[in-house]
């Protein structure tokens, strides 16, 4: 799986061929749209970096670029497709009426920002209902996160206590409790681990949390958005709270 990023949604076909390129591989399985819109920032800029040029959603546009992926698609029917399932990321309920209509093949996943205190639960059962899968990012409340997007407010969702004294009970540690509360409302974590990966697997099979302790981690919620997005501003705009139409 991998992306198509900012500055290539004009151009799909060559970044998938890139990918498939640099990754050594014969075809993707599937591939995303990272953002919805094709506003282009560094890697590793500010937070009050600014693309002159940025643009607010538009759903013709995002649309022009999933008939690119659509179009590396149903290559297959005829020869070896690039592509085999589309992924969108960082929708929202609005921006998905917008655009599902206008697509001929449904995305088959959708990655959100998704973690204990951050259950987008309006956006999780409008995804559900469409029959797409709703990937979890950053779902241990991303600990290590630059800082430039760490702010006094954030909460830290792995050291709650209702996640500490769950975590307890099951002896082990709060992120193997995140990951069975997302699996187990049915969201697929991706966690990023260079050092936990193989317990972060195992937290899939083992042991899974009651009703009661489910129930209380859904009571965490609390609009705890890390990552806010200011960089895909467009001159304009008010604050990051256009770019999730709140
Ligand atoms: N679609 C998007 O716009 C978007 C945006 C942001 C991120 N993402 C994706 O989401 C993924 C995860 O995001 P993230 O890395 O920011 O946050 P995260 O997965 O919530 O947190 C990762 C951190 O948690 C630690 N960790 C993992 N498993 C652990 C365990 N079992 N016990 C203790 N610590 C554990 C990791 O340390 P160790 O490495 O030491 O295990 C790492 O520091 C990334 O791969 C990224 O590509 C997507």
């Known amino acids: 799986m991998t992306k198509v990023w900012n500055d290539m949604h004009r151009d799909v076909q060559s970044s998938c061929l890139k990918s498939i390129q640099d990754l050594n591989c014969d075809y993707i399985d599937m591939l995303f749209i990272y953002w919805p819109f094709p506003n282009y920032h560094a890697p590793g800029c500010d937070v009050s970096s600014r693309n002159p040029d940025a643009k607010r959603f538009s759903a013709e546009e995002f649309t022009d670029t999933y008939r690119q992926i659509e179009e590396l698609v149903e290559e297959e029917l005829v020869e070896e497709g690039l592509v085999r399932h589309i992924g969108i990321s960082n929708m929202t309920i609005r921006k998905l009426d917008a655009v599902l209509g206008k697509l001929r093949i449904p995305p088959s996943a ?8 951050f259950q987008q639960k309006d956006l999780c059962s409008y995804l ?4 797409i899968l709703s990937i979890g990012y950053m779902p241990l409340g991303s600990p290590r996160r630059p800082e430039r997007d760490i702010l006094p407010e954030d909460v830290n969702d792995m050291q709650l206590p209702v996640l500490t004294r769950i975590a307890k009970a099951h002896l082990c540690h709060p992120a193997i409790i995140c990951l069975k509360w997302a699996l187990q409302k049915g969201h697929l974590p991706i966690p990023f681990s260079v050092h936990n990966y193989e317990a972060n697997l195992e937290a899939a099979v083992t042991e ?15 609009g705890n958005r890390l990552v806010k997005g200011q960089v895909f501003l467009w001159p304009g705009a008010t604050d990051w709270h256009e770019l999730w139409d709140e």
């Open 208 to 222: 899974p949390l009651t009703e009661e302790e489910m129930a209380a981690i859904d009571t965490l919620e609390c």
């Open 110 to 117: 959708c990655e959100s920002k998704l973690h204990p205190t």
């Open 128 to 131: 559900k209902e469409q029959n």
